[in-house]
Structure formats: structure tokens, C-alpha cells
């Protein structure tokens, strides 16, 4: 039985002031030509399908499209929320669109019921298990201990009937203990929302969403299929990619995936103003469909550097600068100001701190006139 294994849309997603929801069209319809060369049994959404729990009409609008268009392929979609999203919203309507074959995990409510398919093989259950905090499973077994994450997937696993003799899989969004992180993903303090990997060990493959770079963790059959786009600068290396699983026999999992292109890439750019200019000039602009984030090396800030480099990259999303003033900014604790340093060391520090460079003889010279005039006249 074959699925593809996807995450993390994060439909109407805003990076800088850009809207993602072009991108995000084009990436689907390519999804949709890899169901079409596949011919999958089975789509899997890991939850994140919106980026907001009350997302935009547009974004609604988009999901419902997709999912319309899956519905013709006669495929059996299952879908859960993540952290990203509402439950309550996703859940809306599931019972009717299961006769389409569109399977919504509805709100957890202490109960884990598999769905059953069939192919030569014999069963294959799939359970859809939503983006849980600890608060959300306790009330359900007030008499067990459930203040960690893995506690409480621990607790929803033990409490479900899996018959391990047959092929089981399930879907969740959750952070899995040494999966790599990405910037643009939503980080507890201290790690705090771990799961253990081996709460999963009763299922054959674990479909996850949340992480947004693909891999897997613990085992090679517990996998995030990472996001379908770039969301951040730091996933610019990154191959976005959909997993195909494909379930044989019991214990038979073969995995591999098919590499997605994107609308408009994410790319590094690092350089001074005058040199990335110039090479706009000579090379065409080689990036004018990129979403970049422009290092700039000068010394001295350029005036309006965002506006006038759009002229050239319309789609600047990020611009910093990489010199000695920031290279250096800020002081150790034994150079911070105390009360025994004179106003002229005091600003001397603060122009080091500011510019990366000691002031010069000159300016000394001006800084220390300027002060002693200012005194002569206030006294």
C-alpha cells in the first residue's frame, strides 16, 4: 500500500510582508502531478495545514480547492491539525467528507480509533492523532501521571487497542526528541514539548508533522516529511521533498522521496552594495524570481538600501549587514560605565560599541574641545 507523506502547508503564511499563497498553489498543483505519476493509495497532511488557527478566506479557500481535486483522484486522504491550527475548525464536517473519502481527525476526546483499509497484504490501520499538549490528555485520565509530552503520548497510545500482528500507521504533529529545528518553526523553552521515539515503537511507520526540514528520527519509519516550501532563511539549503511510503508485507517499509521546485526559490546573497549592483548589471540579474536575504559588508550603512536594491531584487525579503561595528557590538561587562570613567572614556566606549573602531586622534580631539566648551559655558 503506497502513501504520499506530506506537512506543514502552513496555507497563508506571511514571511517578512510577503504572502506565501502563490507559492503555495503552484507547489500543490506540482503535488498533484506526483499523485498523478504515483498513484497512491493514500495522501497524508500531518497537521499545519493553515498557518493561523482562524486563517484568511484565501487560505480556506485554497485547502478546500486541493482537497476537491484530491477527492477525484478516488484516493483516501487523512488529515490532523497541528499546532498551527484549530481542531474545532479542522474537524468541521468530517463525517460527511469521509463518504468522499476524506478522512478528518476529529478533537481528541480520550479515544484513538483506527481507520481500516485493506490491500493484498491484508490490514493496514491508520490512526490520526492531532497536535496534543499534556493539559489536553489529563483530563482523560485524571488518575495517571501527565505533565510531559511524552507522558502524554505515552497515556493515548497505551489506552488504544493496536493490534500489532497486522500493519499500523499513524499521523501526528509532534516534536520527536533529536529532530533537527529549523527557525521558522514554533520552539518551547528548554525543549519542553519532547516526545520520545519510543512511545511510537507498536506502529510500522509514524507519518509526523511540526519539523520543518525532512528526516528521520530514532528509526528510519518515524519521519517528518518536511514543509513543502521554504519558510525561512535557514532551510535555503534545504531539498523540500514529498515521502512516498510504501507498505508491504508486515515489518516490509521502503521509503524514498521525489524532490519538489519551487515558484521562487530562497537564496543567500552576501557582498557590498556596490558589488551586488554591479553584478545585477553584468549577469542579467541572475536572481530576479528569488526571495533573498542580502548581506551587505559595507562599513557604512547605505541610505534606503531596502528600496533601492528592490529596484534590482523585487523580492529582498531580509537585509543585514556584516562589518566590524556589528561584528562587535556590544561591550563586555569590565568596559560598561562606571562612575570612576571620565565622559570623554564614556563616549569613546559608546563610539567603539556603535562603529566597531576606536574613535580617531581628531575625533578625540573635537569630542574633548566640544566637552570643555560645553562646561565653560554652563558654569
Known amino acids: 500500500m503506497k502513501f504520499i507523506h506530506l506537512s506543514d502547508l502552513h496555507l497563508g503564511k506571511r514571511v517578512s510582508e510577503f504572502s506565501m499563497l502563490e507559492g503555495q498553489k503552484y507547489i500543490l498543483d506540482q503535488i498533484l502531478t506526483i499523485l498523478d505519476q504515483e498513484r497512491p493509495d493514500g495522501v497524508i497532511i500531518a497537521g499545519d495545514v493553515y498557518d493561523k488557527s482562524t486563517p484568511s478566506a484565501e487560505a480556506v479557500m485554497v485547502l478546500d480547492d486541493f482537497l476537491f481535486r484530491l477527492s477525484q483522484w478516488r484516493v483516501q486522504v487523512f488529515l490532523i491539525s497541528g499546532n498551527h491550527d484549530s481542531p474545532e475548525r479542522l474537524a468541521f464536517g468530517g463525517r460527511l467528507m469521509t463518504g468522499s473519502g476524506i478522512h478528518l481527525a476529529p478533537v481528541y476526546d480520550g479515544t484513538l480509533q483506527p481507520i481500516a483499509l485493506a490491500d493484498d497484504h491484508g490490514p493496514v490501520n491508520v490512526y490520526l492523532l492531532p497536535f496534543l499538549k499534556p493539559a489536553h490528555v489529563r483530563r482523560f485520565f485524571p488518575d495517571r501521571t501527565i505533565e510531559t509530552y511524552t507522558q502524554a503520548m505515552a497515556a493515548v497510545i497505551e489506552h488504544t487497542r493496536i493490534d500489532t500482528t497486522v500493519r499500523n500507521l499513524l499521523v501526528t504533529h509532534q516534536f520527536v526528541t533529536g529532530a533537527a ?56 539549503s534545504q531539498e523540500k521533498s514529498v515521502t512516498v511510503v510504501e507498505l508491504g508485507g508486515k515489518g ?24 551586488l549592483t554591479l553584478r545585477s548589471f553584468y549577469q542579467g540579474t541572475k536572481y530576479p524570481d528569488s526571495y533573498l536575504h542580502i548581506t551587505l559588508t559595507d562599513e557604512e550603512d547605505i541610505p534606503d538600501a531596502v528600496s533601492k536594491l528592490r529596484v534590482i531584487y523585487p523580492w529582498l525579503m531580509k537585509l543585514d549587514y556584516d562589518n566590524q561595528r556589528t561584528r562587535t557590538a556590544g561591550l563586555p561587562d569590565d568596559q560598561k560605565a562606571d562612575p570612576a570613567r571620565s565622559p570623554l572614556e564614556l563616549l569613546e566606549d559608546f563610539y567603539r560599541q556603535q562603529n566597531g573602531r576606536p574613535m580617531s586622534p581628531e575625533q578625540r580631539s573635537f569630542a574633548k574641545d566640544l566637552m570643555q566648551t560645553i562646561w565653560e559655558e554652563t558654569l
Open 252 to 275: 516490509d517499509v521502503t521509503l524514498r522521496t521525489v524532490p519538489l521546485s519551487p515558484l521562487r526559490d530562497m537564496v543567500r546573497l552576501r557582498g557590498t552594495y556596490g558589488a
Open 181 to 236: 529545528r529549523c527557525d521558522s518553526e514554533e520552539i518551547s523553552v528548554g525543549g519542553a514539548d519532547n516526545v520520545d521515539a519510543a512511545v511510537f515503537d507498536g506502529f510500522d511507520y509514524v507519518a509526523l508533522g511540526h519539523i520543518h526540514g525532512p528526516q528521520s528520527v530514532g528509526r528510519e519509519t518515524v519521519r517528518y516529511c518536511g514543509t513543502p516550501l521554504k519558510y525561512s532563511f535557514s532551510e535555503a
